[in-house]
């Protein structure tokens, strides 16, 4: 059975559509992830959960949205990013497009927590036109597990944690030779209570905050393993939902 929108006809379309008012939408940036990972680590994260998981749970996944809200990192080179606004708006109406064809639950997988507020942002919206949209990110999955197989400063953005998710899924695109350990600095402006406009480089000038040398891919498999099983979890809770329990309730 076809599990990914893109590769079914319309007819199979169709039929899918009939059956099922749910899908799996992964989301994520291209953005830098240190010398060692591809500029794409959290769309190709977050495509993998989608598509594993509608492999085990019949649910379809659709092809994941790449650019996402990471102008932050914009100094390292290859980091394309697109304003909240526009994430958002893409987001809504591909998700208008899904309501066409009598979809009422979204799955978003998120690979990139800059486009968290956004998602949130939309997902409150649309539950206020029928549409009930779930927010999935890996990290916050893995809560219990992460700290087990990581120490503190190998879980920060590009470091060992995430490196590791890469080696596991596609190798062939993480050069470990390149891999390096940066202490995130403190900005002196960073007082108790403040939180100001910073960008990436201004902690780090290899875009690794923390440990990443210390990668490994069993690590990185154990991780995968526990995000899919608890999105497949949360896919069949929903799947057997009712769409009246899940949107805004009327005023009492
Ligand atoms: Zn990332």
Same mark, same amino acid.
């Given at each position: *059975?076809?599990?990914?929108? &893109?590769?079914?006809?319309?007819?199979?379309?169709? %039929?899918?559509?009939? *059956?099922?008012?749910?899908?799996?939408?992964?989301?994520?940036?291209?953005?830098?992830?240190?010398?060692?990972?591809? $500029?794409?680590?959290? &769309?190709?994260?977050?495509?993998?959960?989608?598509?594993?998981?509608?492999?085990?749970?019949? !649910?379809?996944?659709?092809?994941?949205?790449?650019?996402?809200?990471?102008?932050?990192?914009?100094?390292?080179?290859?980091? !394309?990013?697109?304003?909240? /606004?526009?994430?958002?708006?893409?987001?809504?109406?591909?998700?208008?497009?899904?309501?066409?064809?009598?979809?009422?639950?979204?799955?978003?997988?998120?690979?990139?927590?800059?486009?968290?507020?956004?998602?949130?942002?939309? #997902? *409150?919206?649309? /539950?206020?036109?029928?549409?009930?949209?779930?927010?999935?990110? +890996? +990290?916050?999955?893995?809560?219990?597990?992460?700290?087990? $197989?990581?120490?503190? %400063? %190998?879980?920060?953005? #590009?470091?060992?944690?995430?490196?590791?998710?890469?080696?596991?899924?596609?190798?062939?695109?993480?050069? *470990?030779?390149?891999?390096?350990?940066?202490?995130?600095?403190? &900005?002196? #402006?960073?007082?108790?209570?403040?939180?100001?406009?910073?960008?990436?480089?201004?902690?780090?000038?290899?875009?690794?905050?923390?440990?990443?040398?210390?990668?490994?891919?069993?690590?990185?498999?154990?991780?995968?393993?526990?995000?899919?099983?608890?999105?497949?979890? &949360?896919?069949?809770?929903?799947?057997?939902?009712? !769409?009246?329990?899940?949107?805004?309730?009327?005023?009492?």
């Amino acid at each position: *059975m076809k599990v990914r929108l &893109h590769e079914m006809s319309w007819v199979e379309a169709k %039929e899918y559509f009939t *059956m099922n008012d749910i899908v799996i939408l992964p989301v994520g940036s291209n953005e830098q992830h240190g010398p060692q990972n591809p $500029l794409g680590t959290d &769309h190709l994260i977050a495509k993998a959960i989608a598509e594993e998981t509608a492999k085990r749970t019949g !649910i379809v996944s659709l092809q994941v949205v790449p650019f996402g809200v990471s102008s932050h990192h914009k100094q390292f080179w290859g980091t !394309i990013f697109v304003s909240p /606004r526009t994430f958002k708006d893409y987001v809504k109406d591909v998700c208008l497009a899904l309501e066409y064809y009598n979809v009422r639950k979204i799955v978003i997988v998120n690979g990139h927590g800059g486009n968290l507020a956004a998602l949130t942002e939309l #997902a *409150m919206e649309l /539950r206020e036109k029928g549409i009930f949209i779930s927010i999935f990110q +890996w +990290w916050t999955a893995a809560r219990k597990i992460l700290p087990e $197989l990581f120490k503190p %400063e %190998e879980r920060g953005h #590009a470091a060992a944690e995430e490196t590791s998710v890469n080696l596991a899924l596609h190798p062939y695109i993480v050069d *470990m030779d390149k891999a390096v350990d940066e202490e995130p600095r403190k &900005h002196f #402006a960073k007082t108790e209570g403040i939180t100001v406009p910073l960008d990436t480089l201004d902690y780090t000038s290899s875009g690794v905050f923390g440990k990443s040398t210390t990668a490994s891919t069993e690590k990185g498999k154990k991780v995968f393993e526990a995000v899919v099983t608890e999105l497949v979890k &949360h896919v069949n809770l929903l799947k057997s939902a009712k !769409i009246e329990d899940l949107i805004r309730k009327p005023k009492v």
